[in-house]
């Protein structure tokens, strides 16, 4: 893991630390912002979200309901070219 510090949570936009994983392929934030919490996302999927805040909020309230939990949510792209939000065990610890 390559740790990049303090950054803004790409999803809401509130302060979090942000870690480069997957060969750089993925990001896993976690947001300090009690209405959002811990994910991983794809830079494909940060990329057709980037200008589209309806699909940031949905997958915030994803985020919203793992938050405190033993799971949080990978943020793809599925085979349909959709954004996916899949429930996945927490393996990441900062």
Excluded at 68 to 84: A, L, R, S
Aim: proline share 4%; hydrophobic share 30%.
């Amino acid at each position: 893991m390559n740790v990049t510090g303090r950054s803004q949570c790409f999803l809401c936009g509130s302060e979090a630390i942000c870690v480069n994983t997957d060969f750089g392929k993925r990001k896993f934030y976690q947001c300090s912002n009690e209405e959002c919490g811990d994910y991983e996302i794809s830079l494909n999927a940060m990329h057709k979200m980037e200008n589209a805040p309806s699909q940031k909020q949905q997958v915030m309230r994803q985020v919203r309901m793992y938050r405190g939990t033993d799971k949080m949510i990978e943020v793809i792209m599925g085979p349909d070219n959709q954004i996916m939000g899949n429930p996945v065990p927490r393996n990441r610890q900062l």
